[in-house]
């Protein structure tokens, strides 16, 4: 069950004009709790002016050997008007405490021998870097194509920390940098890495059919046209693995999606969360998310977006409509789960697994 606990800021580390790195010191009684596979990320939350403000960010330093961390590492970017990130850019210093959620997701890589590679944008490099160090150090059969993308050389998150794997691992880790506002004196041409131009490049730099797993993270254009990409050279949906850091509000999950069905006129939702259960009524317009938050306030969630997956839930019985979903894979909406923050009951009567 996911849980928040107070974590004391050890380091506060400016990265760009826009962005920091946030290290937090895991005392010895929680590392057991923290332990997190490569790639998973933190909620984080604060209370302002009576509001719950929560927001998630991914962990990028490597997964840790034996015991659990004694301390984690996340970068965060400024979101114009983000109520978070403006305050860990402004306010957050030193010795200060966040409450923290323990580790969540499952863009993860379990280290294998094999060949893998990373199509990122922007802040999208912070889990990834988390990956590339896990599975580099702990798997000397491994090989490791990171493709990244950013505006500029002075925007770019985490440019020494990539820099130094390049060199202790210049055998296993090929680095290709794109620049979409810049132009480099070395290396390709400038601009946006969309679906046409990865058709071309990803041939010339790998063997497309020979990569184990791919990893595609950043905002939802960049990672929409890269899947498209890759399904066109051939790679199945099995071998793709994607997290989206930012989609506009408007984006619509299917966009084809035939038209749903109409919502009862009175429904329950029964929840079973952290080995206790309950009955209630869903409220004209509620998610099934909200719904359970007003009875059950320890209920899980970040974004409340359709995009970072902490609310995720087994559907036990009974049918739901997801508005969005940016967080599941195929597999697992198939297997059954769906984003309790964007479900709405379609029969009278739902139930979900918070546990399973």
């Known amino acids: 069950m996911a849980r928040f606990h107070r974590l004391r800021v050890a380091a506060v580390e400016r990265l760009t004009d826009d962005s920091?790195?946030?290290?937090?010191?895991?005392?010895?009684?929680?590392?057991?709790?923290?332990?997190?596979?490569?790639?998973?990320?933190?909620?984080?939350?604060?209370?302002?002016?009576?509001?719950?403000?929560?927001?998630?960010?991914?962990?990028c330093s490597p997964a840790p050997d034996g015991q659990g961390p004694g301390t984690l590492r996340v970068g965060v970017r400024l979101v114009d008007g983000g109520a978070f990130s403006t305050y860990a850019l402004k306010?957050?210093?030193?010795?200060?405490?966040?409450?923290?959620?323990?580790?969540?997701?499952?863009?993860?890589?379990?280290?294998?021998?094999?060949?893998?590679?990373?199509?990122?944008?922007?802040?999208?490099?912070?889990?990834?870097?988390?990956?590339?160090s896990t599975l580099l150090r702990r798997e000397p059969d491994a090989r490791f194509c990171l493709i990244r993308s950013d505006r500029t050389a002075a925007s770019t998150m985490f440019l020494e920390e990539v820099a130094d794997l390049k060199d202790r691992y210049t055998e296993r880790l090929q680095l290709v940098t794109v620049l979409s506002r810049e132009e480099q004196q070395a290396g390709l041409p400038s601009g946006r890495l969309d679906q046409e131009r990865l058709t071309g490049l990803l041939p010339a730099l790998l063997p497309v059919e020979q990569v184990d797993g791919?990893?595609?993270?950043?905002?939802?254009?960049?990672?929409?046209?890269?899947?498209?990409?890759?399904?066109?050279?051939?790679?199945?949906?099995?071998?793709?693995?994607?997290?989206?850091?930012?989609?506009d509000t408007g984006?619509?999950?299917?966009?084809?999606?035939?038209?749903?069905?109409?919502?009862?006129?009175?429904?329950?939702?029964?929840?079973?969360?952290?080995?206790?259960?309950?009955?209630?009524?869903?409220?004209?317009?509620?998610?099934?998310?909200?719904?359970?938050l007003r009875n059950r306030p320890d209920a899980p969630y970040a974004c409340k977006g359709g995009v970072c997956g902490t609310c995720r839930a087994f559907l036990v019985s009974g049918?739901?409509?997801?508005?969005r979903n940016f967080a599941l894979e195929s597999e697992e909406t198939e297997a059954g789960y769906v984003l309790a923050c964007q479900s709405h009951p379609v029969t009278e009567r739902v139930e979900l697994d918070f546990d399973r």
Do not use: K
């Open 91 to 132: 306010e957050i210093g030193v010795g200060d405490e966040l409450e923290v959620m323990t580790p969540a997701g499952r863009f993860t890589l379990r280290p294998a021998p094999g060949r893998y590679a990373a199509i990122v944008g922007g802040s999208g490099i912070t889990p990834v870097l988390s990956i590339v």
């Open 319 to 323: 049918e739901v409509r997801m508005n």
């Open 251 to 292: 984006t619509p999950v299917v966009p084809t999606a035939p038209a749903p069905a109409p919502a009862p006129a009175h429904s329950t939702v029964t929840a079973l969360l952290d080995g206790r259960g309950g009955t209630w009524p869903v409220q004209d317009g509620e998610s099934l998310l909200e719904t359970v």
């Open 214 to 247: 791919w990893f595609l993270c950043g905002p939802y254009g960049l990672v929409e046209g890269a899947e498209r990409a890759l399904r066109g050279l051939g790679v199945a949906r099995s071998r793709i693995h994607e997290e989206i850091f930012h989609v």
């Open 20 to 59: 920091v790195a946030l290290s937090l010191t895991v005392p010895p009684e929680l590392r057991e709790q923290y332990r997190h596979a490569p790639g998973q990320h933190l909620t984080l939350r604060r209370r302002a002016e009576g509001e719950d403000i929560r927001r998630t960010y991914s962990i």
